[in-house]
């Protein structure tokens, strides 16, 4: 569908008067304002929109109609739009420590940088360039530790800086990255033991590790995330207040503070939340429960709307979340309501198959070729067919035979 172009200097101010005019033209019944919320907002449909409709659900759409998948995501991107001028200082820094130029590097951290740059936006991805891997690449590591302690990302996608110093033999780089590491790893452990005074002191040393893991792709959640999820109110106020943000989310999911808190029902925690502008998609909020195997709530969100082969933000779909609760009664149940398994493709090709491969789960294997499930589709430029050779999964591999699997000519 045909989406808005955002002006080339977006005013925030404009859309949200924009989002207030459809509130109003909708509780007067206006049939093209109706038409756009119920575009974009399914659980509408056959409900008493003049009356129910909020604010929030008026920027929801707003958004949506410029192409993105929240009104945060929008305002960020508003923000980011609007300061080209940090983005040019920010590559001066980066220039400067290509080159390690110290006293231009201090000039430009002074000056409005961003430490927490990781690519240039928009979808060339060959501007990826995080802060420290740029100084581990140009051989200047004794950036490291001055850009860590300024919170610039150890972990940034795919891409983890003590992995990397690993590969250059950078010793004193892996020593302090290793005791980066840890102290995260120590500052989730006193989280979920609601340990006040040692989070206190941990952040007062080191305020950078209230954004640990925040950009990176691993299975270790954002402090934030994991104090909402716990329900620890207070933690989540210090962790905001000390700079972890509001927004992140974790791995490639869309799921944040917010998702957690409301699946959980934090209830403080939902309100501090509140207070800073983060909100939780119903579609990451129904995609969270059917990761917990929760089946009354994700048939409680089908019921109230939810369109269950819609991809988020990632492409992932529903069934990528429900085979990894390996509920089976969940995974079925929506099988029955419409699903698609060729749907079910993750995010950048990441695909929940090759899991189920390499573990030779056989008969979840099995499950998702009798619905239908296209043998030849292709992860990392492989099919099924490919991984159950390179795994030596001899069972698999001659299930899929049977089902018509092809190599690809690698």
């Not at 590491?181 to 006040?196: K, P």
């Not at 995609?287 to 492409?315: F, R, S």
Request: aromatic content about 10%; hydrophobic content about 35%; charged content about 25%.
């Amino acid at each position: 569908m045909k989406t808005e172009k955002l002006p080339a200097q977006p005013n925030i101010e404009q859309l949200k008067n924009q989002a207030k005019s459809l509130v109003k033209a909708c509780r007067a019944k206006d049939s093209d304002a109706e038409k756009r919320v119920l575009r974009y907002a399914s659980k509408f449909k056959g409900k008493p929109l003049a009356s129910i409709i909020t604010l929030q659900d008026a920027q929801f759409v707003i958004a949506r109609e410029h192409g993105f998948f929240s009104w945060p995501k929008l305002k960020r991107r508003i923000e980011e739009l609007n300061q080209s001028t940090q983005l040019g200082t920010t590559h001066r820094l980066i220039q400067a420590i290509r080159k390690g130029d110290h006293r231009d590097f201090k000039r430009h951290l002074k000056t409005g940088a961003n430490i927490k740059h990781i690519y240039d936006g928009g979808t060339d991805y060959t501007t990826f360039s995080p802060l420290i891997k740029v100084a581990i690449d140009a051989g200047y590591p004794e950036f490291v530790p001055l850009l860590a302690k300024q919170g610039a990302h150890t972990h940034a996608w795919h891409w983890n800086a003590l992995l990397h110093a690993q590969e250059k033999g950078l010793t004193d780089t892996i020593k302090f990255l290793e005791s980066k590491e840890q102290s995260a790893s120590f500052l989730c452990e006193a989280i979920r033991q609601s340990d006040l005074e040692t989070i206190k002191q941990m952040l007062h040393e080191s305020p950078d590790l209230a954004s640990a893991y925040e950009a990176g792709h691993t299975e270790d959640m954002p402090p934030l995330i994991l104090a909402a999820k716990e329900g620890h109110a207070h933690i989540v106020r210090l962790l905001l207040d000390t700079g972890a943000d509001p927004l992140g989310e974790y791995e490639t999911t869309t799921f944040n503070a917010m998702t957690v808190a409301l699946y959980h029902e934090h209830t403080d925690v939902i309100e501090i939340l509140k207070s800073v502008g983060v909100e939780s998609l119903d579609l990451s909020n129904f995609m969270y429960a059917a990761w917990q195997g929760d089946l009354p709530l994700v048939k409680q969100y089908l019921e109230d709307g939810i369109n269950i082969n819609e991809k988020d933000e990632h492409k992932q779909h529903v069934l990528n979340w429900a085979f990894f609760s390996e509920n089976q009664e969940l995974i079925q149940y929506l099988f029955k309501q419409g699903a698609d398994i060729n749907q079910s493709l993750g995010w950048e090709g990441y695909m929940w198959f090759v899991r189920y491969v390499q573990s030779g789960d056989i008969d979840t294997i099995r499950q998702v070729l009798e619905a239908g499930f296209d043998v030849n589709t292709q992860a990392y430029g492989k099919t099924l067919f490919d991984w159950a050779k390179e795994y030596e999964k001899d069972e698999i591999f001659d299930l899929l035979t049977t089902y018509g699997a092809e190599q690809t000519n690698r």
